[in-house]
Every structure is written in structure tokens, then in C-alpha cells.
């Protein structure tokens, strides 16, 4: 063990957690054991979530909601009993406020569809304007650009400052009464940033705005608790919280959900259907259009277990201490540039980083010679990359399998490729 790692306390106890995920045995390059780095852009699955879904196809494959036969009715309650387990994870106050999707960017798609289309007081036209910020993903940027081109509202967004964080120094000015809706991000996926989402949303409220949150890098992270965070609607998706891919969720809130125009039409969202016109069922059911991801919400739902079992005040307590370790050795390389917050206060368990003039493609590829996998690129947040003059960056992300020993091995095979590069 090195110096450094002495005294680092509310770590998990993660020789135990990582015996539950099968891929992190694997070895890659003769025998070199796989350090697994990118939780940001999906997490591995432990057994109990790749069970979950084998019995269901196993025991219970069949469509749900439709059948009054045995199996049928046993693939409704398991899919039906991850909405509640969903609902439950993140204290919404009602069931029907969780609609399922195949992700996030399809969650945040159908609240800019929906506001698109909806009758005042919520819809977007040319007298509104639209808020978002500099450090959002592509996919809440891309269909609020979309609705913006098409309503002809206007969009703005907030920037970013030079250690990454956002810059409110005019937000009374960005949020003002002509503000539809404000959609950011309550951590950057790509710095890993933690936004002081509570003073935006107390302002979008002065104001009579919606808000919008993509909690993608936070749900699988920390206490999501979409009362207290008091937002409008809350996205995020099942792959990077321990849960299979193809599953994403939105919540709501209950008379948003009421008043608002469906995105898609099809079979299950419907009441009744005429030759003339159809009506729909009530939410959720009204934004779940045809046969929906079943098999995924019931690994999604074994994945809320798995963590509500670890408990998400644990896994954050071991996230905050590998984090402020990463930071610390990482600053130790030479010529190495965290780009955002270069502390660990008010930050993920993500970190973006430059290594002198090596290309961040190289440094990921010579980190894979040596089993360490690592992101490379702009991450879909490439405004942040043009904000700080850069085409790329290498990205560690942490999860709760992750150990000081991993972030040891990423600093040494680091000195690798500065030797290697010469």
C-alpha cells in the first residue's frame, strides 16, 4: 500500500462487492487483469441484475398488461414491481410519476416533445426562450436545439468557468419571465462537476419556469430525491446504475403528466381508438407507446435492489474517498491538466484529464495495452472540449467497485505512456 492511501476512510468494502461482477476477472492482453475505469459511460452488472433477467426470459417471458394467462400475469407484476422499486429509489411520491424509456437522451426527448406540443401554459413557441448549460451532454442539448429550431423560441444556456463549474453570475438575467424551461444536468459527465441545482430551480420558480434535470451521472451516485430536488421532471437511465441497457426513466410530476400531450403513438398508451380519434390511457401508461422494455425494468428493478441493499449514502461516502485520492495522485503526474474542478469538493466520481501534448487516443490505447480502460474523446459534451481549446480528453470514472489499487495503476500507466511518448 502506498503513503498516500493511509487514512482513507468510507471505503466499501469492495473485495466483497467485486466478487458479485464477473467481467471484472477478466483478463485482457495475456493475462493482464482488466482495471475497469468508465462507470460514466456504462457500469458492469453484478449477478444478481444478469440473473434477474435470465429468469424472466427463462420463466416469465411474456407481454405484459395483455394476457390473462399465468405467465403473462407474472411478466406484469415483475414489470409493474420495478416501477415500484424505481418509485420507491427515488421518493416520488406516486407510482404513475415513473414512465419507463430505453434511456435518458429518449426521456429528455420526450419532454421537449411534449412542451413542443402542448397547449398554454406550458407550451414552447416564439415568444419563449429555452435555458440549458455549456457542460450538458449532447442529448440535452441536441432536442432542445431541435424544439428551438422548430418553435422558433430562443436558446440560451449559462457558462462555464475556468475550474469548471458553472457561471451564475448573470442568472437572473438567463432565467428571466420569458423562460419556458431550464434543463441542465445535476453532474457533468464529462468533469465530473456537481451543480448547484437548487439555486437555478428556486429561480425557474420566481419565474414560473419548468425544470428539467438530467441525473444520469447522479442516480447511480448518490440520494436521488426528486421532492427535495423539487424539479419538474428528473431523467436518467438503468446502464450506468448497475442495471442492463435499453431501460431509461422519467419522472414527472403527476399534473405535468395529466396535462401533457403523449410523444408516441401506439398500442398500450391508448384508452380507446376510432377510425376518427383515439383517447389516451392516464400517465404512465400514456408515454409507454407498444411492447415495452420488460425484460430491462425487471433487471433495472433487480438493480435498485442491489444498491438500495449497499445503500446509496455508502456508495457516495466510497465514491468521495476514491475520488479525493484520484485527484491527489493525479496532480502528481507531470504535465498532467484536469480539465473542471481540480479538488474534490462538490464533484463526481469523474475525471477529465490532458497529458501534455499526447493525443488523448493515444494514452487510451496504450492504457489498454496495459488493461486499464479508460474513456477518450469529448464524451458527447464537446462544447466543453471548445471551451478550454481542446480536442479530447482521457476520462477515469469510479464506481462502487472501484479501489485506491485501480487509481494506482492508472498513475503508474500513466508514467508508462509519458515514457513510451518519450
Known sequence: MTDARQGLSGLLDTEAIRKDFPILDRTVHDGKKVVYLDSAATSQKPRQV????????ERHNANVHRGVYTIAEE????YEGARDKVAAFINAPSRNEVIFTKNASES?????????????????DSDTEIVTTEMEHHSNIVPWQLLSQRTGAKLKWFGITDDGRLDLSDLDEVINEKTKIVTLTLVSNIMGTINPVEKIIRRAQQVGALVCVDASQAAPHMVLDVQALQADFVAFTGHKMVGPTGIG????RQELLEDLPPFLGGGEMIETVSMHSSTYAPAPHKFEAGTPPIAQAVGLGAAVDYLSAIGMENIHRHEEAITAYAVKRLLEVPD???IGPATAEDRGATISFTLGDIHPHDVGQVLDELGIAVRVGHHCARPVCLRYGIPATTRASFYLYSTPAE???????????????G
Do not use: C, K, S
Open 75 to 78: 411478466a406484469t407484476a415483475l
Open 336 to 338: 498532467l491538466r484536469i
Open 108 to 124: 429528455l426527448n420526450l419532454v421537449a416533445n411534449m412542451l413542443g406540443w402542448a397547449d398554454e401554459p406550458y407550451r414552447v
Open 249 to 252: 426513466v422519467l419522472w414527472g
Open 407 to 421: 487509481v494506482d495503476a492508472l498513475v503508474d500507466g500513466l508514467e508508462h505512456v509519458r515514457n513510451f511518448f
Open 50 to 57: 444478469l440473473d434477474a433477467v435470465n429468469q424472466y426470459y
